[in-house]
C-alpha cells in the first residue's frame, strides 16, 4: 500500500476544461514533488515543494499551477491543456533531505481529448 | 553533469533465472544510489537504497552494492518470479541537487 494518496486515478478533460489533480501524506515529509511521466520513460521533475514553499520550478507551462495548501496536501492545478500533456502525473514526498528516498504515490493517469 | 545510465531493455527471463540489470553514474562528490520498480499501473516503489561506497541495499531478494571504484550500481537477483515483472529505475541524489533517473530496463519474466 502506498503512503502516498493520489485523486483521481483517472481523469479525462477538453483542452478548455479545468481540473485539479491532488496528493495527500501523512509521513510527516517537510518535501513534496510533481512529476511528469510519459510510457516506458522515467518521470521527469516539474515542480517542487520545501516547507510549503515553492523550491523548484522546471520552467513548466503556465497551464501546470501546483499548490501546497499545507504540509500534507500538494495541489496541481490543469487549464487550457494541450493533447501533448497526457501522461501519468505522479506526486512523491520525501523527508527533504538528498539522501532520503523519494516516496511515490500510483499517480493519476491524464489524457487530454 | 550528474547522470545515470541503465541496460537497455526488454530484459526476458524464465522463471527462477538469475537476474542481472546494469546500472552505472557520473556524478561529483557522493551521491546516494536508488533503485526503483514500477509495476504495470503504478507508481514508483523504492526498491532499496544505499548511501556510500560498498553500502549493500536489499530488500525482496534484490541486491546492489555501491561501488565507487567502477561507479557501478548493478541490481540482482537469484531467482526471479514471474512477479518481478516491472520496469526497474536507478537513480541517483546528491547534495543541492534532484532525483536523477536512468532510462529505465523492462524485464518480463516467463513461467
Known amino acids: 500500500d502506498t503512503e502516498v494518496t493520489q485523486t483521481p486515478k483517472h481523469l479525462v478533460m477538453g483542452m478548455t476544461n479545468k481540473k485539479s489533480l491532488k496528493c495527500e501524506q501523512h509521513?510527516?515529509?517537510?518535501?513534496m514533488y510533481w512529476y511528469k511521466q510519459k510510457a516506458k520513460k522515467p518521470p521527469e521533475l516539474m515542480f517542487v515543494y520545501s516547507y510549503e514553499k515553492l523550491s523548484i520550478n522546471e520552467s513548466v507551462p503556465s497551464r501546470f499551477s501546483p499548490e501546497c495548501p499545507n504540509s500534507s496536501l500538494l495541489n496541481l492545478h490543469l487549464h487550457a491543456l494541450q493533447p501533448e500533456d497526457s501522461a501519468l502525473y505522479l506526486c512523491?514526498?520525501?523527508?527533504?533531505?538528498?539522501?532520503?528516498?523519494?516516496?511515490f504515490g500510483d499517480g493519476t493517469r491524464l489524457s487530454i481529448l | 553533469g550528474n547522470s545515470v545510465t541503465q541496460m537497455e531493455g526488454p530484459v526476458t527471463l524464465s522463471e527462477e533465472a538469475f537476474l542481472t540489470i546494469n546500472c552505472t553514474y557520473t556524478?561529483?562528490?557522493?551521491?546516494?544510489l536508488f533503485w526503483y520498480v514500477q509495476y504495470p499501473g503504478e507508481g514508483l516503489q523504492l526498491l532499496l537504497k544505499?548511501?556510500?561506497?560498498?553500502d549493500k541495499g536489499s530488500n525482496k531478494g534484490f541486491e546492489a552494492t555501491y561501488r565507487k571504484e567502477t561507479t557501478s550500481f548493478h541490481l540482482e537477483k537469484g531467482s526471479v518470479q514471474v512477479s518481478d515483472s516491472a520496469v526497474y529505475f536507478c537513480?541517483?541524489?546528491?547534495?543541492?541537487?534532484?532525483?536523477?533517473f536512468g532510462q529505465g530496463t523492462e524485464l518480463s519474466v516467463k513461467p
Open positions: 544505499a548511501t556510500k561506497a560498498d
Open positions: 512523491a514526498s520525501s523527508q527533504g533531505r538528498w539522501d532520503q528516498p523519494q516516496h
Open positions: 556524478a561529483t562528490g557522493y551521491p546516494s
Open positions: 537513480a541517483l541524489n546528491r547534495w543541492g541537487g534532484k532525483l536523477i
Open positions: 509521513m510527516g515529509h517537510r518535501a
